[in-house]
């Protein structure tokens, strides 16, 4: 797990679209989960400068969803769309669809997240860290850090949450973090140099991966 400390994070887009062109440019059927919230503008940037020929090996999924009408205001998904998202040739693995119950999105989810992962080569992940700890929609105390599931669903004040589990993100090859803001300071010093259960910061989670990039403006090394 390396941290690279910067202000610019267009830099850790940057790493993220070279990986992801190195990936594809060599034949590899390339899994790419994205997040929502501030992540989204990256996202944006990174799939706006791949070249598109390249892009007919991509799979694109969520790596964690609101639940609701298809299109709804809150949606990770409407959000990326609204602002920009251009999948190219693409594949996109639809989470919200149809008028379906929280329970059954959560097993239409699971069913699409089980063949893409198998079908891929490499699966890439790119996310946020909050400052709870939480990576994903995996909450502390959540029910998708102990499910054997891939995907969890679970409601909580704000939202009914889908999410890739901690058994779906502990198969990804690689995982580029966007993880700013002053009041992430403690939450990246305890990941770096505290071990804590699971349930206390999910971000733990990342620790068993074999490649993890946490660009941040607060520790590690400068670029």
Known sequence: MQFIQTTDR???????????????????????LVSGGSNIPLSV??????????TSK????LIDERHGPVGHADSNGSQLLIAGFDHK??????????????????ESYDTAARMAFTDADIVIGQMGIGVDGHIAGILPGSIALDSTDFVAAYTTDEYARLTLTSHAIKRLNAAYVFAFGDDKTATLERLENETLPYSEQPAQILKELPEVYIFN???GDKI
């Open 89 to 106: 040739q693409a594949h996109i693995v639809p989470v919200l669809v149809g008028d379906r119950t929280l329970e059954e999105t959560r």
């Open 217 to 219: 403006d607060l520790i």
């Open 58 to 61: 991509l799979t694109i999924m």
């Open 10 to 32: 267009s830099l850790g887009a940057a790493a993220l679209r070279t990986r992801l062109i190195k990936e594809l440019n060599e034949g590899l059927k390339v899994l790419w």
């Open 45 to 54: 940037a990174v799939m706006n400068t791949l070249p598109e020929a390249l």
